[in-house]
């Protein structure tokens, strides 16, 4: 599934890539603000027992392609739990190595290192219990702008959801 959802992905942006516009240049200072919703995953919509997801993730140009950041999500389950990250991720932007032409798309993957952890409480019941720990996370996603500082975004990964959906500021 989630090789369907990144084949999907990739497809519709380079489908997007019009070469009638100037190459987008990720480059040194540029920042990227997302915040969406995710879908699917342990739990969630798939499985019934949760609700949608609620994430963002701020990154920074630190180089030509290349950028780093924070990522944090958040999904309540079922009324009695939640499960949540928190992290750093760092991405690379393949306009650039693709040679695509358009200025309002932008393709990125990347890697991060997450702190994931779930709690759950049914105190009618006594039941009370959390985990957590440190892994790595990883991410493909597309951003289409409809103006040079406004887009919508959509990404795979890992994480809460494996599909998030949203809007994304550029500044």
Request: charge should be positive.
């Amino acid at each position: 599934m989630k090789k369907f959802f990144s084949l999907a992905l990739l497809g519709l942006c380079l489908l997007l890539a019009n070469q009638s516009f100037a190459q987008l240049a990720v480059g040194k200072g540029d920042k990227f603000l997302n915040v969406g919703i995710g879908l699917g995953g342990y739990g969630g919509i798939v499985y019934g027992g949760g609700a949608i997801a609620f994430g963002a993730s701020f990154e920074a140009g630190v180089a030509p392609n290349i950028t780093v950041g924070g990522v944090a999500s958040y999904r309540p389950y079922s009324g009695y739990g939640s499960y949540y990250s928190i992290g750093a991720r760092g991405s690379y932007h393949f306009n650039e190595l693709l040679n695509m032409a358009n200025d309002k798309v932008d393709l990125y993957g990347g890697l991060g290192l997450i702190y994931s952890g779930w709690t759950w409480n049914e105190s009618y019941v006594g039941f009370r219990n959390s985990y957590g720990g440190v892994g790595f996370g990883g991410h493909i996603g597309g951003r289409y702008f409809f103006s040079d500082k406004l887009g919508g975004f959509a990404e795979v990964g890992f994480g809460v959801s494996p599909l998030q959906l949203g809007l994304t500021a550029k500044f």
